[in-house]
């Protein structure tokens, strides 16, 4: 069974720092990533990373968040620093692989980020 699981998140003042965490189990994914999902918005790509090291931002979180991912663990982690009142949202965790030529997508269940001004 595949699953992802996400903890870290919670209630934060603007300019504060949160680390989110999703751990990965029964599969192993090409890319894992975060994603998140304001009220009454669509659910956005945040960072992701490959299995090889290369990354990827939304713009409105460049030079804020880092991506880290640990193979060896099948783990990948969301620094977030300088926060942000539009950075609160459902943060979620998200792995990419590879089934007979079909990308295939997992999520975890979401961990919610509020971020007070």
């Known amino acids: 069974q595949v699953q992802l699981v996400e903890s870290g998140g919670g209630l934060v003042q603007a300019g504060g720092s949160l680390r989110l965490s999703c751990a990965a189990s029964?599969?192993?994914?090409?890319?894992m990533g975060w994603y998140r999902q304001a009220p009454g918005k669509q659910r956005e790509l945040v960072a992701r990373a490959t299995g090889f090291g290369t990354t990827d931002y939304a713009d409105a979180v460049k030079g804020r968040f880092t991506i880290s991912r640990d193979n060896a663990k099948n783990t990948v982690s969301l620094q977030m620093n300088s926060l942000k009142p539009e950075d609160t949202a459902v943060y979620y965790c998200?792995?990419?692989?590879?089934?007979?030529?079909?990308?295939?997508?997992?999520w975890g269940q979401g961990t919610q980020v509020t971020v007070s001004s």
């Open positions: 998200n792995g990419e692989r590879l089934r007979s030529g079909e990308w295939e997508d997992y």
């Open positions: 029964g599969s192993i994914f090409v890319v």
